[in-house]
């Protein structure tokens, strides 16, 4: 099992589609995490423009770290978008992910810092 605390990964929000199956993983993602408040948004679903997520998650006043859970093709898109890339990685399901985006400017510029597929994580 990875040891998340290890990878430093303790988000202050969690952001969430509203549907079902996004909203349980985000509660098994807060109790794992160790916290990280729970908010629902119709940008993470499936066909749900990377940009107008960007927008939501810039205004975002305290800039702190964001833990993102959503469905394809939105999560590749929003990969894509965030660091420049053509959006050729493939994000299995239950897959996770950490970019870090440099700079606080509106335009973004993400790196990706790791892809750990599901089943190392099992």
Same mark, same amino acid.
């Given at each position: 099992m990875i040891k998340f605390a290890r990878a430093k990964l303790t988000?202050?929000?969690?952001?969430?589609?509203?549907?079902?199956?996004?909203r349980q993983s985000a509660e098994i993602a807060?109790?794992?995490? $160790?916290?990280? &408040? @729970?908010?629902q948004s119709r940008? %993470?679903?499936?066909?749900?423009n990377p940009a107008i997520l960007w927008k939501e998650l810039y205004a975002r006043t305290d800039k702190t770290p964001v833990l993102l859970v959503g469905h394809e093709p939105q999560l590749s898109n929003m990969l894509a978008f965030l660091t420049g890339g053509a $959006?050729?990685? &493939? @994000?299995k399901k239950?897959?996770? %992910?950490?970019?870090t985006i440099n700079g606080t400017s509106e335009v973004p510029a993400g790196?990706?810092?790791?892809?750990?597929?599901?089943s190392l994580v099992r």
């Amino acid at each position: 099992m990875i040891k998340f605390a290890r990878a430093k990964l303790t988000p202050i929000a969690i952001l969430t589609s509203p549907y079902t199956r996004a909203r349980q993983s985000a509660e098994i993602a807060a109790k794992v995490l $160790g916290g990280g &408040e @729970i908010h629902q948004s119709r940008n %993470l679903l499936p066909s749900a423009n990377p940009a107008i997520l960007w927008k939501e998650l810039y205004a975002r006043t305290d800039k702190t770290p964001v833990l993102l859970v959503g469905h394809e093709p939105q999560l590749s898109n929003m990969l894509a978008f965030l660091t420049g890339g053509a $959006g050729n990685i &493939e @994000i299995k399901k239950g897959a996770l %992910l950490r970019i870090t985006i440099n700079g606080t400017s509106e335009v973004p510029a993400g790196v990706m810092k790791w892809l750990i597929a599901p089943s190392l994580v099992r």
